[in-house]
């Protein structure tokens, strides 16, 4: 039987209970990191969806990162980290968002865009979606154009996409 990049990714994947509080279902990446043949697919199946039609990637912190990393260089693109908070030297742009307790606040830095790029938005986890729609905010208020949000894997039941209305949004696995 074929195994498709779902199933591959899905057996790559490790829920852990209660991390980092109680009620919380941690979806650890570290095994699909740990296997070449699955990190390789995940990234070109992702790129094979904008090649060509992204100038920039934009990584969310941390493990937005190693995605967008991987997939600025499969698509020759360059890669703009949204840090968070207080991280990044020099002048930064910043946004802050509420979460379910208390708030966040992540920034880029302040030339990070001379206006119009097209930007491609990639995290490992779209969850209840306040984190990518802040991104997408800064962003565009920094002159970018998000061109999609892709994220590894989207916890539907939280329904991320409400809060990225118009946007294109696409989850490699989407859990329901
Ligand atoms: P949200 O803003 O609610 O969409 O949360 C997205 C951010 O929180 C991403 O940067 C994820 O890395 C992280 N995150 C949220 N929920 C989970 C989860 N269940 N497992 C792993 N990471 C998560």
Known sequence: ???????????????IPDFPQPGVVFKDITPL???????????????ARHR??????????????IF????????????VPVRKAGKLPGRTRGVSYD?????????????????????LVVDDVLATGG???????????AGATVVAVEALIELAFLDGRSRLPGRAVNATIVLT
């Open 1 to 15: 039987m074929e195994t498709t990049l779902q199933d591959l990714v899905a057996s790559r994947l490790r829920d």
């Open 33 to 47: 990191l740990a296997d070449g043949e699955a990190f390789g697919a995940v990234v070109r199946d992702m790129a």
């Open 52 to 65: 060509g039609d992204v100038g920039v990637v934009a990584g969310i912190e941390a493990r937005g990162f």
């Open 68 to 79: 967008g990393a991987a997939l600025a260089h499969e698509l020759g693109t360059g890669f």
């Open 99 to 119: 979460l379910e307790y208390g708030s966040a606040s992540i920034e880029i830095r302040e030339d990070s865009f001379v206006g119009g790029e097209r930007v």
């Open 131 to 141: 984190t990518a729609a802040a991104t997408c905010e800064l962003l565009e208020g």
